[in-house]
């Protein structure tokens, strides 16, 4: 019976940390670059604390400065392929 609690246990882990490693792959770590300004890193607490964002089609896009959100949002399907998230659901 240990040896399977071992056994889910660390396959548990290994999961997350697929799940971690692939989402830190396609910069969803805790920085990520602003879709306009590619090379300016953005940190998502600050940007989501400061409404930095915007959604699009399912994905959350985090900007480094008041100019980026407008650019953006005239043309998002120009900035989609750009490092971003999943638009996070809504708290009930």
């Known amino acids: 019976m240990k040896a399977l609690a071992i056994l889910v246990t660390a396959m548990v ?3 997350a940390f ?3 490693h692939r989402e830190m792959a ?3 770590g805790n920085r990520i670059s602003c879709p306009v300004m ?3 890193k953005v940190s998502i607490a600050t940007a989501t604390k400061k409404k ?5 089609k399912g994905n959350r896009y985090f900007f480094c400065c008041d100019g980026c959100p407008q650019a953006f949002k005239k043309n ?3 900035y ?3 490092p971003h ?4 659901r809504a708290k009930k």
Do not use: V
């Open 18 to 20: 697929a799940q971690t």
């Open 52 to 56: 930095m964002f915007a959604d699009y």
């Open 85 to 88: 998230i999943k638009t996070p």
């Open 76 to 78: 998002p399907a120009k």
């Open 13 to 15: 882990a290994t999961a």
């Open 38 to 40: 590619k090379g300016n």
């Open 26 to 28: 396609k910069g969803t």
């Open 80 to 82: 989609a392929k750009a």
